[in-house]
């Protein structure tokens, strides 16, 4: 390990241009090179969430980077990471733990108070690190949220760390994107600021070259790239709920199995899924709202959620659970996973409000169970087994609330010998709390065999991600000046 660690800050010109996958394939990169590598974001906005060994929650995209960067995630690597629930409010998870619910409004009123732990948090990383690869949220550019930022030029600022402004090509625009940053942000974060990037590029990147050095000259910064578009992004998790708009076609035709997904509006840990779109022989179809779920559905996943009983009267909203009923009639089944599970019961209850309103829903009524959500969140990293099969699987539990009732006495999986889910008398209706489940590919396969996929599970799931991982670094080594990128990097100076 070096004895002064270094730190680079890449921000974007917006969201979704590519900074979590870039500073993933940053930490893959510099790894191969032998650099010890440590990925944090300061502050994170996503309903996708990984457990960590520490006992907390960060967010995915930071978890995959910390896979990267062959490293165990920790709740240092994304200190605050705010979950919505609804839309001008959010709960917010510090270091790993909730610490409560409240309006956007008043965080950005006082989201100050968290840049001491992000701080503390960033220096943990530091201190067993060569290189700290930090990553934005949002635009860089947001002036009108600058005030008490901990999530840009805020942290930047605070921790002295070098920045790298991204932008993204293909949308058209990224001249005036990255030029306009320097426009409109103040001189001291200006002054911070030693790149530009361009990404997901298509074409002959020689047609960009008059627009790259453009941005030079009117920048005073160098201008890396342009990255060529990244095509197996799409085997990667994807960060948040903009990669779902994706992938309600099958670009391939029809194949074996089908099964849809209702788009809940705070869906959560949809990467649950990403090992079933990952099988040669699966179609996972995304229902958008106003479209009724297809009959010819093999099986439907109601998925996790940040706001169960409100999402639970959007699905009744758009006549989901009527669709759902009929497809049980014909004898097909549905897996609820999470906030779903909860759905398929008698009745939820939130004593407290911790996700709203307080109250109580009627459940869809499709397993024998009820639930009530409490203040203490549970998260778990497990190892357990199929009931039915005994097929081993892993996952993790994070959700607020306990599900009791007779169904429950047919557990869906036995983890450390403890049932777990829930399975209705008739053997159609499936309920877990475990997330990630489907990566174990022997469950996997057995799973997608009994409804009648006959090659399923020969995929290895974990080797594809190292596959990809490793080919999104060569990618950028073939295509970003990874050492004059490196030489930016300078060791931070915490205020």
């Known amino acids: 390990m070096s004895p002064d660690p270094r730190a680079l800050m890449i921000m974007g010109t917006g969201s979704d241009v590519g900074k979590s996958l870039i500073v993933a394939g940053l930490c893959r990169a510099f790894v191969r090179r032998g650099l010890r590598v440590m990925p944090f974001k300061p502050q994170n906005m996503s309903n996708n969430a990984a457990v960590t060994g520490d006992g907390g929650e960060i967010g995915r995209a930071q978890a995959l980077q910390a896979r990267a960067a062959e490293q165990e995630p920790t709740t240092a690597m994304n200190p605050v990471l705010l979950k919505p629930e609804h839309e001008t409010g959010a709960q917010v998870i510090v270091r790993g733990k909730r610490v409560g619910s ?7 009123a006082t989201r100050g108070q968290y840049l001491a732990p992000v701080l503390e948090a960033f220096s943990e990383l530091s201190a067993s690190a060569d290189l700290v690869l930090v990553e934005g949220a949002g635009s860089a550019s947001e002036i009108n949220l600058r005030h008490n930022d901990i999530a840009n030029f805020g942290f930047a600022r605070a921790a002295s760390v070098p920045v790298a402004v991204l932008g993204d090509i293909a949308r058209g625009g990224v ?9 409109v942000i103040e001189e001291e974060d200006a002054a911070l600021t030693v790149a530009t990037i361009v990404n997901r590029f298509q074409g002959d990147p020689s047609l960009f070259e008059e627009g790259r050095l453009e941005i030079e000259k009117r920048t005073g910064r160098p201008c890396f790239g342009p990255i060529p578009f990244f095509e197996n992004a799409r085997l990667l998790p994807a960060e948040d709920i903009l990669g779902l708009r994706e992938s309600t076609e099958n670009p391939n035709g029809k194949k074996q199995i089908l ?7 705070r869906i ?18 995304i229902v958008q709202s106003g479209t009724p779920l297809p009959r010819e559905a093999d099986l439907i996943i109601i998925p996790g959620s940040k706001s ?23 004898g097909r089944p549905v897996l609820g996973l999470c906030g779903g599970f909860q759905m398929l019961g008698q009745t939820i209850s939130d004593p407290d409000g911790l996700e709203g309103e307080a109250g109580t829903s009627e459940g869809l009524g499709l397993l024998q169970a009820k639930t009530i959500l409490a203040p203490a969140k549970q998260l778990r990293i497990e190892e357990g087994s199929d009931a039915r099969f005994g097929t ?14 007779p169904d429950t ?11 777990e889910g829930a399975i209705s008398a008739d053997g159609l209706v499936y309920g877990t709390y475990l997330h990630g489940l489907f990566v174990a590919d022997g469950f996997r396969g057995r799973f997608l065999k009994e409804l009648g996929a006959k090659r399923a599970g020969a995929l290895n799931y974990e080797h594809q991600i190292e596959q990809v991982l490793d080919q999104l670094g060569e990618h950028l080594e073939q295509y970003l000046n ?6 930016l990097a300078r060791p931070p100076q915490l205020k």
């Not at 649950?272 to 179809?285: N, S």
């Not at 169960?308 to 909203?317: S, V």
């Not at 999986?413 to 049932?419: F, Q, R, S």
Request: proline share 8%; charged share 25%; no cysteine.
């Open 392 to 405: 081993p699987l892993s996952g993790y539990h994070m959700h607020l609330g306990e599900t009791s009732g």
């Open 175 to 183: 001249i005036a994107s990255l030029v306009g940053t320097f426009e």
């Open 308 to 330: 169960t009983r409100a999402d639970l009267a959007f699905l009744r909203q758009q006549g989901w659970d009527t669709d759902i009923k009929a497809h049980l009639r014909a």
């Open 102 to 108: 409240m309006p956007a409004r008043e965080y950005f």
């Open 259 to 265: 099964i849809a997904v209702p788009r809940l509006p």
């Open 268 to 285: 959560a840990n949809f990467d649950d899924l990403d090992p079933l779109r990952a099988e040669p022989e699966v179609e996972v179809l």
């Open 482 to 487: 990874l050492d004059a990128l490196l030489a």
């Open 409 to 419: 006495k047919r557990p869906f999986a036995l983890v450390g010998g403890t049932p």
